[in-house]
């Protein structure tokens, strides 16, 4: 998985309490989860800070492996390596840049293994003698 931290910004989160309005200022980082689970990017905002143990637990969901199962190292914006972070205390605001995290436990390869998925076959004869495509039948036949 790859995270990038593609900028830092400020928003304003309201919550209304009674009629009293709380105005609050975060900083929030918005990330691009890439893993070889998921097909295309993942974009999530997170608290800067938010540290990196919690950042692994809320991926556990996005990624399918276990925070455990996750090795995080610091890439930068071209993906050469820079670091591995074993510090979980750590926030996002300190860590910067791009995040790669591989799964060590070797879960995430097997599930992505098309090849261990039994297929059903049918020959053509056997397809053509079953029944109850009666709408089939009328749609193309007709």
């Not at 998985?1 to 928003?11: K, Q, T």
């Not at 053509?128 to 495509?133: A, L, M, T, V």
């Amino acid at each position: 998985m790859v995270y990038y931290r593609e900028d830092l910004f400020l928003s304003l989160e309201r919550a209304v309490i009674g009629s009293l309005i709380l105005t609050m200022t975060t900083g929030v980082i918005n990330l691009k989860i890439l893993s070889a689970a998921n097909q295309y990017p993942y974009e999530k905002h997170f608290p800067q800070t938010m540290r990196l143990s919690e950042l692994k637990n809320k991926l556990q969901l996005i990624v399918g492996m276990t925070a455990k199962a996750m090795q995080v190292e610091l890439h930068d914006k071209d993906g050469k390596f820079i670091a591995s972070l074993t510090d979980d205390l750590a926030t996002l605001e300190h860590l910067g840049m791009q995040i790669h995290v591989s799964d060590t436990s070797g879960e995430i390869a097997k599930l992505l293994d098309s090849s261990m998925i039994e297929k059903y076959n049918i020959s053509d004869e056997q397809y053509d003698q079953r029944s109850g495509e009666f709408f089939l039948q009328i749609v193309f036949y007709n």
